[in-house]
């Protein structure tokens, strides 16, 4: 099964900018979709964005449209999200997440057999 480390996350001011990496080991990483979640104190995980196996395809919550980009570079096992414009209300755990390998994109949790161990991203007003 493939094991998830992400990085990147910390404290900016709103309006401030970050990226966040995901690096896969352990399994067919370019055959896999893959997917961030995010996690407020007190509330449940929220799907942010997924990306298909070649990165031809994503989709976002639409409270980070225009705001977010995830993608992927499939020769460095890693997925990225840019995270510009942030908000305190993006304030929140981040994971990264792999679905079965072959899937559809998903955005529900339940759908992701795999985790990282999440990076604290903390937007300041």
């Known amino acids: 099964q493939v094991q998830l480390v992400e990085s990147g996350g910390g404290l900016v001011q709103a309006g401030g900018s970050l990226r966040l990496s995901c690096e896969a080991s352990g399994g067919t990483f370019s055959n896999s979709v893959m997917g961030w979640f995010r996690q407020a104190p007190g509330k449940e995980r929220e799907f942010v964005a997924t990306i298909s196996w070649t990165g031809g395809s994503t989709y976002y919550v639409d409270s980070v449209k225009g705001r977010f980009t995830i993608s992927r570079d499939n020769a460095k096992n890693t997925v990225y999200l840019q995270m510009n414009s942030l908000k305190p209300e993006d304030t929140a755990v981040y994971y990264c997440?792999?679905?079965?390998?072959?899937?559809?994109?998903?955005?529900?949790?339940?759908?992701?057999?795999?985790w990282g161990q999440g990076t604290q991203v903390t937007v300041s007003s």
């Open positions: 997440a792999a679905r079965p390998r072959r899937s559809t994109m998903a955005t529900t949790s339940a759908g992701y057999d795999a």
